[in-house]
C-alpha cells in the first residue's frame, strides 16, 4: 500500500465549472496535492491511458468524451490514498453513488462522471507517470 494515487477531474466536470469544488473537497479530505495539471488529452494519448478497455464497446466513445475538452490532472498523497480516494469519489454511477461522494454531488451519469480515481497502488503510479514527468512531483 502506497500514500499515492491519481486522479483526473474529467471534462464534464470542468465545463460545468466543478474545478474548485472538487479541489476543496479533495484537499478537506486531507490529501495532499503534490502534482497538479490542467491540459486536454489528444487522441493518441486517451487511447493510450485507457487501452486496457480497448476491446469494450464503450471504448470510442470514452476516447471521445476523454479528449473533448480540457482536464484536470493530479497525484494526491495521503495514508492508504487509493482506497481512501475511491470512498471519496464513490462508485462509477452517480445515481448509485453515496451521499456526499464527488460523483454523487458533480457526475451527470454513469459515463460522464466528473472523476477518475486509480483502482490500486500499481495503476496509481502508472497513471501518475503517464501524466506527470518526476520533475513536476513535488
Request: no cysteine.
Amino acid at each position: 500500500m502506497t500514500n499515492r494515487t491519481f486522479t483526473m477531474i474529467k471534462p464534464d466536470a470542468v465545463e460545468n465549472g466543478h474545478i474548485g469544488a472538487i479541489l476543496e473537497k479533495v484537499t478537506s479530505a486531507g490529501f495532499k496535492i503534490v502534482a497538479l495539471k490542467y491540459t486536454q488529452l489528444s487522441r493518441r494519448d486517451a487511447e493510450a491511458f485507457y487501452a486496457i478497455h480497448k476491446e469494450r464497446p464503450f471504448f470510442g466513445e470514452l476516447v471521445q468524451f476523454m479528449t473533448r475538452g480540457p482536464i484536470v490532472s493530479a497525484i494526491l498523497e495521503k495514508d492508504n490514498a487509493v482506497d481512501d480516494f475511491r470512498a471519496l469519489i464513490g462508485t462509477t454511477n452517480p445515481a448509485e453513488a453515496a451521499e456526499g461522494t464527488i460523483r454523487k454531488l458533480f457526475a451527470t451519469n454513469i459515463s460522464e462522471n466528473a472523476v477518475h480515481g486509480s483502482d490500486s497502488d500499481e495503476n496509481a503510479a502508472i497513471e501518475g507517470a503517464f501524466h506527470f514527468s518526476g520533475r513536476e512531483i513535488y
